[in-house]
């Protein structure tokens, strides 16, 4: 049963930047599909990023594409999502999810587990 905790959120000004981890424990990162997701308060949970291990690729949203990047650290079984140019439409509970289903998943269903987020709150 894999396990997932998340940290680092906070609360920030318009064009910061901050990490995100999602500690993973139970089973090896690499076995799943990784991924971010954020909901926003009234909205539905939304795909902010993943990763495919055995394709070597990690993709994005295309509102965050090129302002957040998906790293990971397999010997402490943790993925990161690293943040910069943060704004405002940027403020929710960020998710950490995993899937062992293959390929560039988005949707929220092809997700089985999931932490209990973390809250990124961008304002001046």
């Known amino acids: 049963q894999l396990q997932l905790v998340e940290s680092g959120g906070g609360l920030v000004q318009p064009g910061d930047s901050l990490m995100l981890s999602c500690a993973a424990s139970g089973r090896t990162i690499k076995m799943y599909i990784m991924a971010w997701f954020r909901q926003a308060p009234g909205k539905a949970r939304e795909f902010v990023g993943g990763?495919?291990?055995?394709?070597?690729?990690?993709y994005y949203s295309d509102s965050v594409k090129g302002r957040f990047t998906m790293s990971s650290d397999a010997a402490k079984n943790t993925v990161y999502l690293q943040m910069t140019n943060l704004k405002p439409e940027d403020t929710a509970l960020y998710y950490c999810?995993?899937?062992?289903?293959?390929?560039?998943?988005?949707?929220?269903?092809?997700?089985?587990?999931w932490g209990q987020g973390t809250q990124v709150t961008v304002s001046s």
């Open positions: 999810a995993a899937s062992p289903l293959r390929g560039l998943l988005r949707e929220v269903a092809d997700f089985g587990s």
């Open positions: 990763s495919n291990w055995s394709l070597g690729a990690t």
